[in-house]
């Protein structure tokens, strides 16, 4: 028997259970967003100034939808993380599957179940065919708690399991970073959460993030 489970559904406690998902505490195995961090030019903070400027003004009027986050803050990061130009490409709505099979004993009838994840990668940015950031973009009142679990499972689906996987989930006035490696138990662990409601324009370390995880593989 099969059954299909779309990602945006899965939880915490399910990738715990079914892929024996643990969060590590250890400060030094996510290290990547604190440590030894690219500066930024003042031009490119100049920049990042009018895209928090822009996101806050259009939010005036209503919720910011998805493709609209997109379009006002993550297509401007992407521009100025260098993630549009060689050797990185963009790819969007790329299909991932995960399956896990259960054995299930029921009153001495053996069956076997096999559980198919199924969903959609907003952006996913490669290099020479390695997956380099996973990158989820929900509308703006959608909280980043549900859509860690989501970007969780993408990640567990990189085929290249013998490199780190990093991710940005966002909804565009807050943002928190991933990173997974995959082993026998596979570990991940979350970067602060930075939010565009601070005084200070925390877009600035996102954007340093962004180009620390464009240096890792490159």
Known sequence: MIQVIQAQNVTLAYLKEKFALYKSEDEQFFTEWFDYIPKISELEKQSLDRVKNNY???????PLLEEAVKLVVLSPLLDLAGF???PFYIATEESVEISE??????E??????????????????????LWLLIIE?????????KAI???LTYMLANPHPENPAYSLVMNG????????????????????????YRRENELYKVLNILKKIGQVLS
């Open 56 to 62: 806050l003004n259009v939010l005036e009027n209503a």
């Open 84 to 86: 549009y130009r060689h």
């Open 101 to 106: 099979k259960i054995i299930i004993d029921n």
């Open 108 to 129: 001495g009838n053996t069956e076997e179940t096999k559980e198919i994840i199924k969903g959609k990668i907003d952006v996913l940015v490669l290099q020479n065919q």
């Open 137 to 145: 973009s929900k509308r703006s009142s959608f909280s980043l708690a």
């Open 149 to 151: 679990p989501q970007a």
């Open 173 to 196: 006035e807050d943002f928190q970073f991933m990173k997974l490696i995959k082993q026998d138990n596979p570990m991940y662990a979350l970067s602060d959460r930075f939010t565009l």
